[in-house]
């Protein structure tokens, strides 16, 4: 069985499922162990044991929260401000979840939980294409996630050890990498019409509003729940029988 047997039903779960979401993101995560590595350097740049730099990369698996934490590191931590931040920047979440309800549902709620704390923007995104082709897509939020996960640790775990090395991903332009791959997932993965399109404009339009005149990290946010919003209002035609 792979990720396109047409015997399979869109949310089935199988270990071949899981292992073939694995090998296909792991293209993709081979470049987020440049990001890792971005991350262990600039831990140890501020004090932080590379034990606990690793630990926190395996635990809490957010690459740009556990960035911003970075910034507000120091003899005494903010934590509020540190909370807020983390939530901004992490409440995307909450609509990736929404978004695979439907699909989660069925399964036990271990392993519903076990599923989504691998959640990231790529496997994320692999799955709703696969989902919209009809096609198992929890394999891929898995697999995608563990390979997404393992690049994350093992970069991190090298950026503590010789990040400057390779942490400079702006300069080769790897930066771009990640938001190219998801704008290639949206685009390519379902039926355009005028309503998606609209949905995508003014989420696009909101978030670069909210990225202009709101507080910083926001605009995730606010481009999410303003296609979510028109989305929802405007139904999507339904075909007559």
């Known amino acids: 069985m792979t990720l396109h047997d047409p015997l399979l039903a869109p949310g089935a779960l199988t270990r071949q499922l899981v ?11 081979a470049f987020v162990l440049v990001f890792g590595a971005a991350f262990g350097l600039a831990a140890t740049q501020h004090g932080l044991h590379a034990g606990w730099v690793v630990a926190m990369s395996a635990l809490v698996f957010a ?79 898995l697999g995608g996630g563990l390979a997404l996960w393992l690049f994350w640790v093992v970069g991190t ?43 995508w404009a003014v989420a696009a339009g909101a978030s670069l509003a909210a990225w202009r005149w709101l507080p910083e990290n926001s605009h995730v946010v606010v481009g999410a729940l303003a296609g979510g919003l028109l989305g929802t209002a405007w139904k999507e035609p339904r075909d007559e029988p």
């Open 63 to 141: 690459g740009a929260a556990q960035f911003a934490v970075l910034d507000l590191w120091g003899p005494q931590v903010p934590v509020l401000p540190l909370v807020l931040t983390v939530f901004a920047i992490n409440a995307r979440h909450l609509l990736m979840g929404a978004t695979l309800y439907r699909w989660l549902r069925p399964l036990p709620a271990r392993r519903r939980y076990g599923v989504m704390v691998l959640a990231s923007d790529a496997n994320w995104a692999m799955t709703l294409q696969a989902f919209g082709r009809g096609q198992p897509g929890l394999g891929q939020l």
């Open 157 to 199: 775990w090298l950026g503590t050890q010789v990040g400057d090395l390779i942490a400079d991903a702006r300069r080769w332009g790897l930066d771009m990498v990640m938001g190219c791959f998801l704008l290639a997932m949206a685009v390519g993965g379902q039926t355009k019409n005028l309503r998606l399109l609209a949905i």
């Open 19 to 29: 292992w073939d979401g694995f090998r296909q993101m792991t293209p993709i995560a």
